[in-house]
């Protein structure tokens, strides 16, 4: 239980500290790329694919129209529409290269995902040669899940019709905020009639599982705009919600300093903004099954939560867990459970590495055992909001005596080797994993690498 001299103002002001979002461990800024090759990572996906055969494949697709000023993604923005077959012939190459590991061996794709960017930027007809050209070289597992990001202001009913029939059953539409002046500061627009059109077409092809992403914490937001965002959103009642924190990083993302700090609400005001938003969404019977996501209780998601093979990667909270994530096109990264690798940033670097013949991997992490072991123990918080302790591991102590604050702050209780969240460390879930997150501690260095917890 929370002490009763420790009330939320002061636990938003101590925890609110620059904090990763934990979608991999070790965390991108202390991977070891020194100890990192082409061939290490080659090596490893042999591996891990030998054991498994399945692999979840992140295609991304960088090219938007204009910029959203909020993003942290990694886009290139361009009204031409000429970058998309050269890109996706890259992509293809690239999957080949990939491929070519497994000794004549034909992959099981669990999982495709087009993420961005906007893929939806793409015509329909060069989608459906992205998506054969993967399948070409692949089967595709019987209990596999194919996705894709939307944005409702160009995505048509052509795009749905195409993607559904090429095995997509999900898509994720970029809401963010309904409200126009929150809008017009991050320079994204869609109407609700726009997001309306969308779902009833998508619903009526036969689409599973919408997801809305939404964001709280962006500049001009209020109590009453976020209010009327979640109403609008329950009213058009998704599948599931991605209720994320705006992550504050202008030094990383220029887009960032349209606006300034005076227009973004800040610590207790900012998580007013999620508790409020959070409270109408369960009240709407969502059901909470992770940091920032809720799904109905017919979905997918929350179904794997509760039987707890909910995974965390790169794209957030997956209802399945492929050990091999491969990543193709500008800056993927993939997951072969003992590396991560990811990709160059730009694009005429991405052609030319492609064209060469030369995977595009630029940087990596090797995990050793340590690495391992925190990997699981952050995942089973993030996704179980429970750590059972390896027993005798060497570092419990060390762990036990790092959670002792928080446990004090009534985030965390312990029982034996048994660390769990408690209902009002739910809220606080990056600042706990902290406390597992060796090389963090190590380093005592997180102010410009990460967005603030709250």
């Known amino acids: 239980m929370m002490t009763s001299q420790v009330t939320m103002e002061e636990l938003v002001q101590k925890y609110n500290v620059a904090a ?5 461990y070790p965390t991108v800024p202390f991977w070891d790329n020194e100890a990192f090759s082409r ?29 959203c000023t909020y993003c942290g993604c990694n886009t290139r923005i361009t ?11 890259s992509l293809l190459k690239e999957w080949e290269m990939y491929v070519a590991l497994f000794n004549g061996e034909r992959p099981l794709l669990a999982e495709i995902h087009l993420g961005g960017g906007t893929p939806t930027f793409f015509h329909p007809d060069n989608l459906r040669m992205l998506i054969e050209g993967i399948l070409a070289h692949a089967d595709v597992a019987p209990h596999s899940s194919f996705s894709f990001e939307a944005h409702p202001a160009n995505t048509t009913v052509t795009h749905l019709q195409t993607l559904f ?13 309904f409200d126009p002046l929150v809008q017009f500061v991050i320079n994204r627009h869609q109407s609700l009639e726009e997001v309306e059109e969308v779902m009833q077409n998508a619903r009526k092809i ?16 209020t109590l009453a705009t976020v209010a009327d965002t979640i109403q609008k959103s329950m009213r058009l009642g998704p599948d599931r919600i991605s209720f994320y924190s705006y992550a504050h990083v202008p030094w990383i993302k220029p887009g960032q300093r349209h606006y300034t700090e005076a227009d973004l609400p800040s610590g207790a005001a900012k998580l007013a903004l999620y508790n409020l938003g959070k409270k109408m969404i369960l009240a709407h019977g969502y059901e909470d099954v ?10 997918e998601l929350f179904m794997a939560f509760q039987q707890e093979r909910l995974h965390r990667n790169f794209m957030g909270y997956a209802d399945r867990f ?10 993927s990264i993939s997951d072969a459970w003992g590396a991560f690798a990811q990709n160059v940033k730009t694009v005429e670097e991405y052609h030319q590495l492609i064209e060469a013949g030369i995977l595009p991997v630029v940087k990596g992490h090797l995990l050793n055992e340590e690495d391992l072991l925190i990997r699981r123990y952050i995942l089973d918080m993030m996704c179980k909001g429970k750590v059972q302790l390896q027993t005798g591991a060497p570092l419990n102590e060390q762990i036990i005596d790092e959670l002792s604050e928080l446990v004090a702050d009534g985030l965390v209780s312990i029982t034996g080797d048994l660390i769990q969240c408690t209902a009002i460390g739910r809220s606080f879930l990056r600042n706990i994993c902290m406390a ?8 005592k260095t997180q102010n410009q690498l990460f967005s603030q917890a709250i």
């Open 20 to 24: 990763p979002r934990y979608t991999s």
């Open 39 to 67: 061939t290490a990572w080659t090596d490893q996906v042999y591996q891990t694919f030998e054991r498994s055969k399945e692999i979840s494949l992140y295609i991304h697709l960088p090219f938007c129209e204009s910029l």
């Open 79 to 89: 009204k031409n529409h000429r970058v998309e077959e050269p890109y996706i012939a």
């Open 165 to 177: 029939d090429l095995g997509f059953r999900r898509l994720s539409l970029g809401i963010q905020d």
């Open 206 to 221: 036969g689409f599973e599982s919408i997801n809305f992403d939404l964001i709280y914490g962006l500049p001009k937001q």
């Open 290 to 299: 992770g940091m920032d996501h809720f799904a109905k209780r017919e979905d």
């Open 322 to 331: 492929s050990p091999l994530l491969i990543g193709i096109g500008v800056s």
């Open 436 to 443: 597992f997150d060796q090389r963090l501690l190590r380093s």
